[in-house]
């Protein structure tokens, strides 16, 4: 009797030796919020109109998810890592991504497993964003997410872009510094350039100085690895077999913040190219075709470079209370068809309240000016389309509720 109360007692400390080396943590976010927008388009008019917008707007500080990560513990400080993660909108409970290709996939967020280790750091492999998307905790997107996204954080990949099929190191911390190389493969027999992407970053951290650095390039291809690669020459699809393997979009961001006591501030630059791209003519040079009422082609999304200013700030009032504020400018050069350039401004003011370390209540405004051309309009959340506006000025105002589990 003795010797088996001894050996069950042995199985149960071996199964909870087990048991404490693996785990699966799930988690998520739900972020809704009611939001006001001025001389927002109204496509349903011929010519387009414009007029006051009120909408129940999702994901609007971060996109709304659930997710599943896990660990296992193999010994000598090497582990199994792997996460999977889906977006869906709260006011509709669609499921959501940010790329129209991936509207349909289950996991579009994220979906990697890999390698984790405490002497040679991490290694993952599938879809997952670069490290724009780390060093964005540094920018506004910290504090006003999507808001701050169709002026210029979309299109710099700081807003997290995704990229299939792709490979990831991640150094340890090493001394506040912490390095990243990423490879996502484009799969096109015969080819290795085409539809390939590549990135090289790093970021170092030491008390209230924070500094980050991000390149990524890719390639077009049938099977792009860049999910975010915008056409090429007006292509129906971001497979564009007819420039495979010519360089789609290179982008180059640099970030900086400091804390001063109460304050954190911060600045940052992002220099998107995009090779390929070229603009066919609709309409005038202006912010608008006057004759129809149609944006005249020159929006964000088409230029085929930018330059992508910031400076922002965010104080502590309270342990709970945060008062927001930043200013975004973005200088854009376009070819093709179309020539010039164009300029959008955007500034911020908010407010974020946090009732407990889950839950917190947030208010914006935005005010965005648009000059030689179209107006993106304040993009009031990551799952829904931008506002755009047919007038140089647009303004929103948004209120809402986040809480993570």
Excluded: C
């Excluded at 690895?225 to 971001?238: C, E, K, M, P, R």
């Amino acid at each position: 009797m003795k010797k088996s109360l001894l050996a069950l007692a042995v199985l149960g400390a071996f199964a909870g030796a087990a048991q404490a080396q693996s785990s699966v943590t799930i988690y998520g976010i739900i972020d809704t919020g009611v939001a006001y927008t001025s001389k927002a388009v109204n496509t349903a008019t011929t010519p387009n109109s414009t007029g006051s917008k009120f909408s129940l707007a999702a994901g609007n500080l971060q996109g709304s998810r659930i997710g599943f990560k896990g660990v296992e513990d193999l010994g000598g400080g090497l582990s199994a890592v792997f996460q999977l993660e889906t977006g869906f909108d709260s006011d509709t409970g669609n499921l959501n991504g940010n790329d129209a290709a991936t509207t349909s996939n289950l996991f579009r967020r994220k979906s990697v497993v890999g390698l984790s280790s405490t002497s040679f750091g991490t290694i993952l492999a599938g879809r997952q964003t670069d490290f724009a998307d780390t060093i964005s905790a540094m920018t506004s997107v910290n504090d006003f997410g999507g808001v701050t996204g169709a002026v210029g954080h979309n299109l710099d990949r700081l807003e997290g872009k995704r990229t299939n099929n792709s490979i990831s190191y991640t150094t340890n911390n090493l001394s506040g510094f912490t390095g990243n190389l990423m490879y996502g493969f484009g799969e096109q027999a015969g080819s290795t350039s085409a539809g390939r992407a590549f990135a090289l970053a790093g970021k170092y951290e030491n008390g209230p100085l924070g500094l980050g650095a991000n390149f990524y390039t890719s390639k077009q291809g049938v099977n792009p690895s860049d999910t975010a690669l915008i056409n090429a020459v007006g292509a129906a699809t971001v497979g564009d077999a007819t420039n495979s393997g010519n360089t789609g979009v290179k982008v180059f961001n640099l970030v900086g913040s400091y804390q001063f006591g109460p304050a954190r501030v911060y600045a940052n630059w992002s220099n998107v190219k995009q090779d390929l791209k070229t603009i066919a003519a609709t309409g005038t040079s202006s912010l608008a075709s006057a004759a129809n009422g149609e944006f005249s082609g020159l929006t964000l999304g088409n230029s085929n470079k930018a330059n992508i200013y910031e400076i922002g700030t965010a104080y502590d009032l309270s342990p709970s209370l945060k008062l927001l504020g930043s200013v975004q400018l973005t200088r854009a050069t376009f070819n093709g068809a179309t020539t010039g350039t164009g300029k959008l401004t955007q500034f911020n003011l908010g407010t974020d309240y946090f009732l407990s370390k889950r839950t917190d209540l947030y208010a914006f405004i935005a005010n965005v000016r648009a000059s030689n051309m179209a107006n993106s309009g304040v993009l009031e959340a990551s799952g829904n389309a931008s506002t755009g506006s047919a007038d140089s000025s647009q303004t929103a105002v948004i209120v809402g509720v986040r809480h993570k589990f």
